[in-house]
């Protein structure tokens, strides 16, 4: 252990103090602005991707990022949204969104009063469950059935289905249920909850009253965030670092989701690094792109965009660094896709090396489920950081998900990191 005089201790401290507390309070108004009512969860409803959009245009200009196209990189896409009334009551109990209830995304409205039967989940018998069901009406029933059931009696299902009821009721953990957006580019005909298990009884017929809007829109236009850099020795090399500025947006009036670490913590990190690489003394070597990706939570749609309109030819793209939830009530780092590029998770670890961290960096396998992914398919090298496992009790698509949740913990190590590894080239 080194020993420092109390002096040299105050000197050092108050030397470091003005730098950290002015990178830390940036990146806390980005996650505040973000994560804000007035977003709207950064989704569809309420322009309320636009607004992020826009802020983060102007965060980029004010940085001085050049750009060949006003920051924006457009793109359209069809979306089911639910803009205004999401009422859902049983036995005229009214439940409350997210806690007991979601409805999934590909769900068209549906308003009035029905019936729901839940079969004894334990005891599963599809000739005695159709023979309920046919006495009951089932022009005006929903059917309720156990999480992990469309997959085990897929055929079950089917025949449930040609029954003509109108919709079903998919019952899970309490803890289970995370909303989303993905697959909603298209209405499916049958309204689908999920729901909290202890919310129906097996073997039970009850009442549920349900008045859910939707809208569909179809050629909503979005974006991605661009702006750069140049290189001051390779400026026809470039380096991607981006993170997804998307979220949930709303389901049902009132109802929105945050989004504090899903993303607005990637976006916080990537627009620090490139505060940090645009003062002239830290002008990186290779052009750097920062990219806020749109459309992630819609199925990786920016990212996707991004690799089809490169700004230069792919064999000059040199790496993508990918930031998706970095919120850091965590002992670790998880980097997918180290474990394939072995040489560029080195670069990283090497930083990594260099002083004693508070967690672990750990190298993984690809996963599908970020925005690295479109470049790992057009064979260009990239890395998603993220402290999120599966298993974790982190406030994942939830409306929770807020920045009174969120935590700086390691924050300057993330930061240092990529630094780092961008400065070593």
Known sequence: MRIFSLGALVVLYLTALPVLGQDREYCERIIEKLSAPQM???GYVKHGV??????LEKEMAEIGLKTSSDYAQHFKLDVNTYPGAMKVKVNGKELRPM???AVYPWSKGIKGDFKVYTPDLDNWDIEKIMSDIKSLDTTNLFVAYPRGFVKAFREDLLKIRKLGVPGFIELMPREKMHWFVVYSERVRPKTTLMMANDMLKPGSVVDISLNIKNKFIKDYETQNVVGYIPGKVQ???MIVIGAHYDHLGCMGKGNYFPGANDNASGVAMVLDLARHFMKKENQPDCTIWFVLFGAEEKGLLGAEHFNENLPVPKSQVKYVINFDMIHTFSDHLNVFNGNNEKELFQKLKNVYDAKERPFELLSKENSPYSDHFPFVKNDIKALFLTTFSIGDPLKY????????AFSFEHWDHFFELIKGMVEAN
């Open 40 to 42: 709207q969860g950064r």
């Open 50 to 55: 636009e607004k992020a959009a826009k802020f």
């Open 397 to 404: 698509h939830v409306m929770t998900d807020d920045n009174d």
């Open 99 to 101: 806690d007991d209830y």
């Open 235 to 237: 400026p026809d090399s």
